[in-house]
């Protein structure tokens, strides 16, 4: 079963300062880690909470980051578990990803 965190927002109308940045890279860093680790269990409940995790990042980095960066981290996610048929059609029906 994965491990979920709550976190709440607070909405910020300036530019964040080099510590709330380290902060974010922080949690970015462990959210990616969390969807390697649901992806390698292989079952169902952890492909879900994978792709939960990976539409959360998608627009995290869409609103605090560049999409392109999304893009980059997501193309070296993929590399690994693009074998995985189930996850990458979770993937595919939530918009991330489009099979080839």
Not at 34 to 56: T, W
């Amino acid at each position: 079963m994965s491990e979920y965190q709550y976190l709440e927002f607070l909405a910020v109308d300036r530019p964040l300062t080099a510590r709330e940045m380290d902060h974010l890279r922080g949690i970015s860093t462990r959210a990616w880690k969390s969807a390697h680790e649901d992806a390698n269990k292989g079952h169902a409940h952890a492909y879900d909470a994978a792709c939960r995790q990976l539409i959360d990042l998608r627009d995290a980095y869409s609103q605090h980051a560049t999409l392109a960066v999304f893009q980059k981290e997501f193309q070296k996610y993929m590399a690994e578990h693009s074998r995985r048929r189930a996850l990458v059609q979770r993937l595919v029906n939530a918009g991330l990803w489009r099979d080839k």
